[in-house]
């Protein structure tokens, strides 16, 4: 089945600590997102890579990272300077990332920071 | 920026009532998109709309883009218990711009 799998689904960390949320697909995508969604909130768009060894900052990249070195894979990584991390991460993909195709978003990982 | 805001940001409704979700743009967009996202779920894909003053229906769902391309509404006839979740509309600048989404919960 053609899909975005994200894990772990849900992320239990310390505060402190660097964390790293993975995101794949095989849909054979061009663009790749992450958001982030808050309870009772829309979606905010953390960063973005429209092809492959290339990335954007979206509204809040502040205290993430993220790298493409392979089409299928758009690993995120929650550092420590992220003030608030607890939230819910959805990754998405679409066919290429001119914002005329639907975009596809995988299962999501909660993560909790204590 | 850009901002796109939906109303309301709550409904309730008795399962048979009809539901309605209105989406408004500071700027005109080249399209609107629809999502929907259950509880707990991720939000999935409904619909897309491009053209001025477009219409598009999928079973009981209504959708419409504005003549000015700055708003859009969905609307759901006779709702039923599978309807709940939330819908965002989105709408794209040089990113996509998700809506603030309109929590539904329908009562049996």
């Known amino acids: 089945d053609g899909g975005i799998t994200q894990s772990p689904k849900y992320l239990f960390r310390k505060e402190g600590q660097n964390v790293t949320l993975s995101c794949e697909q095989n849909?054979?995508?061009?663009?790749m997102y992450w958001y982030r969604q808050d309870p009772g909130q829309g979606l905010r768009l953390i960063y973005y890579s429209q092809i492959v060894n290339d990335f954007q900052k979206g509204d809040i990249a502040e205290g993430y990272s993220v790298s493409r070195e392979k089409k299928e894979s758009f690993p995120l990584t929650v550092t420590s300077a992220q003030k608030n991390p607890t939230a819910f991460y959805l990754c998405?993909?679409?066919?290429?990332?001119?914002?005329?195709?639907?975009?596809?978003f995988g299962p999501g990982t909660r993560l909790t920071v204590t | 920026g850009q901002q796109v805001m939906q109303i309301p940001q709550y409904q309730h409704v008795q399962e048979g009532e009809d539901f309605t979700t209105y989406c408004n743009s500071s700027?005109?967009?080249?399209?609107i998109q629809w999502y929907k996202q259950r509880p707990g779920g991720h939000p999935v894909f409904l619909i897309q709309l491009v053209k001025s003053g477009e219409v598009k229906k999928q079973k009981r769902l209504t959708f419409q883009f504005g003549e000015a391309k700055k708003n859009s509404s969905l609307h759901i006839t006779a709702t039923q218990t599978t309807d709940v979740g939330t819908y965002f509309c989105a709408g794209p600048t040089d990113k996509l711009i998700f809506g603030t989404g309109t929590r539904l919960q329908v009562f049996p």
């Open positions: 849909l054979n995508h061009d663009a």
């Open positions: 998405a993909s679409s066919i290429e990332g001119t914002y005329s195709y639907e975009q596809y």
């Open positions: 700027t005109t967009l080249s399209n």
